[in-house]
């Protein structure tokens, strides 16, 4: 398990949040640090909610849901507690969080444009593919969820199935 854990971080939100901001950062010519010490601060912050996000969403998945974020070794059970309870995709909001993050700390318009179109993609991966898979795995328990828990923005209160 842990061997597939390593290999779906460094796949999906590695490549997301590392590799492809530093390309976009490259050959924009972005990869300085700017000046503006308010936009440093409130992207360090935005980066390290998301990166909390993250990583309580992926322990979930681990230890609640029994298997990873990847599809090629996905969890055995509906993870509905935590952030879970509250919003559909916890996870993908703290990875798009660490993105927009990164765009403010570097000032870049590359960074920022690719968490919208990562943002976009997932949308249309999840209404598509990961949805309709998942009330296959789960079934009607899967239905109830999507039917109480809204798919980005969060509940005020938290959903008990």
């Known amino acids: 398990m842990r061997r597939s854990w390593i290999k779906a971080v460094l796949a999906l939100p590695f490549n ?3 590799t492809i901001p530093l390309v976009i950062m490259y050959f924009t010519g972005a990869l300085s640090v700017p000046d503006n010490i308010y936009s440093i601060l409130f992207g360090l912050l935005i980066f390290s909610t998301g ?3 993250a990583v309580w969403t992926m322990r979930l998945f681990a230890t609640i849901g029994k298997g990873t974020l990847a599809p090629w070794a996905p969890t055995q059970k509906l993870v509905a507690t935590g952030p879970y309870s509250r919003v559909r995709n916890p996870m993908l909001s703290g990875v798009i969080m660490m993105i927009m993050g990164e765009s403010l700390v570097f000032s870049s318009l590359g ?4 968490g919208a179109a990562f943002f976009t993609i997932n ?10 898979g998942l009330e296959k795995r789960f079934g009607n328990e899967y239905a109830n969820y999507k039917k109480n828990v809204p798919r980005w923005i ?3 209160t938290k959903w008990k199935n």
């Not at 960074?111 to 690719?114: G, K, P, R």
């Not at 949308?123 to 309709?132: A, C, M, N, R, V």
């Open 16 to 18: 997301a949040v590392v």
């Open 123 to 132: 949308t249309l991966y999840f209404i598509y593919s990961e949805e309709p």
């Open 111 to 114: 960074v920022f444009i690719w």
């Open 154 to 156: 969060p509940r005020i």
């Open 51 to 53: 990166l909390f996000f």
